[in-house]
Structures are given as structure tokens and as C-alpha cells.
Nanobody, 122 residues
């Protein structure tokens, strides 16, 4: 019953944009930080971005800084990841999870979603 559901992935050309959504089911997001993570085949899981429970602080991996923007709407129980200027290297399954967000760190601790596939290809 307690889970996160990702959506918004798909196939996009290099330079294109997507907006991912992370919606809570069975609980409220109001008191949780949320992180976005991604994993490509044969690669380690990578933290992408993190936002604190009230949205006051955010952080990003160096590889996406300036291209991705994380935000949240607690009234809608949803966290978003706006992805612009997409590159083939961004291709991965993207997951969200309840997380602790530091100045330059993001540490998941539970409520993982099932993931949404992002493919960047011409």
C-alpha cells in the first residue's frame, strides 16, 4: 500500500525534454525528502537529484546540474523532475525514493518506486 509510482518516461531525441512525476500512494509526501536515482544496464545506481520535505533545498549530480530541475507539490502529493537538454548518456531507468538530502549528497531509505524508462536516442 505504501509506495511511490514514477511516470513520464519515454523516447526522446538528444536535446529534448521530459518531465518525470513521482506520486505517493498510501501516504503523504509532506514529511519526506525525495530523491531521483537512475540505473543504466551494467552501471551502478546513480543519484540524480534530491529535494527536502518542504522543497526548501535541492541538490543535483554534477552530470545533470543546469539541465534538470527537481520540484514538488505537496498538495498533489507529487515530486517532479524536469529534464532538459537530454543526452544519450541520460538513458536509464529512473526511480524515486524517500531520501535524506544533504548539501551534496542524497541517501535513499525506503519507499522505492518501480521506475520509468528514459531513452535518449536519435
Amino acid at each position: 500500500q505504501l509506495q511511490l509510482v514514477e511516470s513520464g518516461g519515454g523516447l526522446v531525441q538528444p536535446g529534448g525534454s521530459l518531465r518525470l512525476s513521482c506520486a505517493a500512494s498510501g501516504f503523504t509526501l509532506e514529511f519526506y525528502g525525495i530523491g531521483w536515482f537512475r540505473q543504466a544496464p551494467g552501471k551502478e545506481r546513480e543519484g540524480v537529484s534530491c529535494i527536502t520535505s518542504r522543497g526548501g533545498s535541492t541538490n543535483y549530480a554534477d552530470s545533470v546540474k543546469g539541465r534538470f530541475t527537481i520540484s514538488r507539490d505537496n498538495a498533489k502529493n507529487t515530486v517532479y523532475l524536469q529534464m532538459n537538454s537530454l543526452k544519450p548518456e541520460d538513458t536509464a531507468i529512473y526511480y524515486c525514493a524517500a531520501s535524506s538530502c544533504g548539501i551534496a549528497t542524497m541517501t535513499p531509505f525506503g519507499f522505492w518506486g518501480q521506475g520509468t524508462q528514459v531513452t535518449v536516442s536519435s
